[in-house]
């Protein structure tokens, strides 16, 4: 959510068009933004976040004066002095959950949001999220009128792209081999993580390549007890899991994978796919939630239930040259209808209508 604000906020800098903008933050040590001419970042201390949110950020709001409230990351003060605008990213976090939070700030603010989100949706000006299939969701689970929401899609950031020469210092940081799987997964029970797994030990029984997996943001006890769960211990030493990676190295293991695995079962947009696809690389996607309306209708997508339809994608692309040619092509050209720029100017529409 702080990702997508940010890249939004860096588009709306470079606009020209009489707008005065404020970001008002806690205070941190992280400095992603500078001031510009029309941006002012202001600091806002407080002892808790509710309090920060319910509290100081309403005060502050009042005493600069400005002609409404843009509160970016699915909550936002129960009472506003000036017209609210919310992103509601995805309302995952009032639909059954299956475990409790690992930490107690997690679960904190899972409650918190649960307690908030549902009171102030009819307070807001506009609600803004980031797919039609969220939109719909959160409209009809929430009985919130069509007119009050609207989706405004996702961009992805200009350095994924098509790379002419990879940087094989680059991709050796994190495996030994070009022309791998990659699987951006972590232990949220929707990134399909033991399917995934699954589905990767079927693809080693029929390949021929047998093409390494490197796994992002796993660690390895994670991975063991996946694998001991699954009774496919054999095909660890396939598996290449250095935790976090990088940001700026993403761009180049894109381009340095055979395809891009992202067997969801839920999710609300999906950036890691269209930065993929602007990288040539071709995606294996879950046909759930929004991610067949973000990957359009020519991108490969399986039942995430179902490991051995996501063996046998791989597989298609593996043994087709015509097909894997044809989902390169195909995702260089979607990724190309989505960017931040487009994402900041429809922010910008809203924040004109409502102050008409």
């Keep these: 959510m702080d990702f997508v604000a940010l890249e939004t906020i860096r588009e709306l800098q470079k606009r020209n068009d009489g707008n ?3 970001v008002i933050v806690a205070p941190g040590e992280d400095r992603c933004l500078k001031e510009s001419p029309n941006l002012s ?29 843009h509160c970016t990351s699915n909550t936002a003060p129960l009472r506003c002095p000036v017209p609210l605008v919310l992103t509601l990213h995805d309302i995952i976090y009032l639909e059954p959950r299956q475990h409790r939070s690992p930490s107690l700030y997690q679960e904190m603010g899972w409650h918190y949001r649960r307690l908030v989100v549902p009171r102030i949706l009819k307070k807001c000006k506009k609600i803004i999220t980031v797919s039609q299939f969220e939109c ?14 609207t989706a405004i899609y996702n961009g992805y950031s200009t350095h994924f792209t098509q790379q002419t020469a990879i940087d094989l210092d680059i991709v050796q940081k994190y495996i ?29 029984q029929q390949s021929e390549v047998k093409r390494p997996l490197l796994i992002a943001d796993l660690k390895e006890d994670y991975i063991d ?10 095909i660890k030493s396939y598996l290449y899991y250095p935790g976090y990676i990088a940001n700026k190295d993403l761009a180049t293991l894109y381009n340095a994978a055979f395809a891009f695995l992202y067997p969801s079962l839920r999710e609300s947009f999906g950036i890691p796919m269209i930065e993929a696809m602007a990288c040539g690389t071709p995606i294996i996607i879950g046909n759930t939630s929004a991610m067949p309306e973000v990957a359009g209708g020519g991108a ?38 989505f960017s931040w720029k487009k994402t900041a100017d429809e922010c910008v529409e809203i924040y004109q209508s409502l102050h008409l």
Excluded: C
């Design 300 to 337: 490969m997508s399986v039942d995430p239930y179902k490991p051995e339809e996501i063996s046998n994608a791989i597989l298609k692309l593996e043994t087709d040259s015509v097909l894997y040619q044809r989902q390169k092509e195909y995702g260089i050209a979607r990724a190309s209808l």
């Design 41 to 69: 970042i202001i600091e806002l201390k407080s002892s808790t976040y509710p309090l920060w949110e319910q509290v100081a950020l309403p005060r502050i709001v009042k005493r600069l004066g400005v002609d409404l409230l």
């Design 225 to 234: 007890h996946l694998l001991n769960q699954e009774k496919i211990v054999g």
């Design 176 to 204: 030994p081999h070009n022309d791998f799987l990659f699987f951006l997964g972590n232990t949220d029970p929707k990134k399909n993580a033991a399917r995934t797994l699954k589905a990767y030990s079927l693809y080693l």
């Design 136 to 149: 719909d969701r959160i409209r009809q689970a929430l009985n919130i009128p069509s007119e009050h929401i």
């Design 20 to 22: 005065q903008y404020f």
